[in-house]
Each structure stands twice: as C-alpha cells, then as structure tokens.
C-alpha cells in the first residue's frame, strides 16, 4: 500500500525559509514530485527527484532520501505569493499517489 | 511546459442527471490520462487511469458504472458522472504525461468545479 505523510499547515514569515517535510511508504518508486497548489486551482510541477540528493532550482530546493523514505521542499526568500498548499506525490511506474498536503501561510 | 485543458470550468446539475467532463492534450498526443477527485481541504485522489483505445483501470473503492471513462483519442478523454449525487459534488481534475519530456511529470488540467443540488 501507500502512505505518504505531510504536517498539514505551517506559518512563516516573509523572507523566511521554510522547510515541509515528506515521509514515505510505498509499494513501487519511481521518483517524488512536489506540486503547488493554490486554492481553487489545479497543481502545479515544482519539482522532481528519483536519485538521493538536492535539486535546487530558483527559491525552492528539493531533497530526497530513498533509504529513509524521506523528501523535503525547501522554499527560500518567502513571498506573499507562496501562500498555498504544497503536494508531495510518489510517483509507481504507472501512477502518482499524493500525500495529504501541508498548507503555508506566510505572513508579514 | 505541456499544456492540459479541461471544459467545463464548472457545472451545477440536479440530483439523478449526467455530468460529462472532457480532458484535452492541447500540444502533445497523451496515451495515459488521469482523473483526480479533490474535495475541500483535502489532497488529490487517483480516480482511474484512462488508456486510450482500452479499458480504463479504476482505482479501488470507484465505482466504474457511475464514473465513465472514455479515451477514445490521444487528445481528449472524457468523464462522466452518471446519477450525480449532491456527495458526487467535488472538484475533479484530469492529468497527462507529456511522453517527449521523458514521461514522468503529469500535466495538470485547470480542473472542473461539480455542484449537485
């Protein structure tokens, strides 16, 4: 089976960094996406990591560890804009399963 | 990046009619399209995976005779919600992978609001 766990809101302040951790348990790997998701809206790719390591790209960052079934998004330099919800997906040869989750609000 | 269209933006039906939702490829040609289930708070739920020219694979727990799946060209798959119920009301988004970036990242549709009174 699938499980895939995400905290469900965080806060941060603008210009901040925030980190929003990801573990995982799945039958099957095949690479760990993050999506961003503003309200009403559909997701979109943030980034994509199949090999252990960072990938960084702009003010986010991605990191995974596939020993410890463990990914992380890093967003750096926060703006009011970042506000939104933030999907980790692990991605099986023929699917992606989603996580729950995590919400950020970023304040001034 | 790819670019997925979905029509409509939303719909609001009675009790007991047929919804249909189309998902469209506008620039790649998608052997393999997804519908997701979205409801408020809550994150995406694999509904089925729509193969074109072939039967849809459902995910547990989704009833194939009230979600109808039909792929029937590279460029559009369409869902329809058969004797919508008001817990049917959900918004439903499709995806597809772009096969010429390598496969692996999905193309999300801007996804179709579904209120049933």
């Known amino acids: 089976g699938q499980n895939i766990d995400q905290p469900t809101e965080m806060t941060a302040t603008e210009g901040a960094i925030v980190q929003i951790n990801c573990t995982y348990q799945t039958s099957g790997f095949n690479g760990l996406f993050w999506y961003q998701q503003h309200a009403g809206e559909a997701p979109t790719f943030l980034s994509y990591n199949v090999l252990d390591g960072l990938e960084e790209k702009g003010r986010f960052s991605s990191f995974l560890s596939r020993s410890k079934g463990y990914s992380y998004l890093l967003l750096k330099e926060l703006q009011m804009k970042d506000s939104a919800s933030y999907l980790c997906?692990?991605?099986?040869?023929?699917?992606?399963?989603f996580g729950t989750g995590t919400r950020l609000q970023v304040t001034l | 990046g790819a670019v997925v269209s979905q029509h409509p933006s939303w719909v609001i039906c009675k009790s007991g009619t047929s919804v249909k939702i189309e998902c469209r490829s506008l620039?790649?040609?998608?052997?393999?399209m997804f519908w997701y289930r979205q409801f408020p708070k809550q994150s995406l739920m694999l509904m089925a995976t729509?193969?074109?020219?072939?039967?849809?694979?459902?995910e547990q727990g989704v009833e194939k005779d009230k979600f109808l799946i039909n792929h029937a060209s590279l460029t559009l798959s369409t869902l329809t919600v058969t004797s919508a119920h008001p817990e049917d009301s959900s918004f439903y988004i499709c995806?597809?992978?772009?096969?010429?970036?390598?496969?692996?990242?999905?193309?999300f549709g801007p996804g179709t609001r579904l209120t049933v009174l």
């Open positions: 729509s193969n074109e020219g072939s039967k849809a694979t459902y």
């Open positions: 620039d790649f040609q998608a052997t393999t």
């Open positions: 997906a692990v991605g099986a040869p023929s699917k992606l399963t």
């Open positions: 995806s597809a992978r772009d096969p010429r970036g390598g496969g692996h990242e999905q193309f």
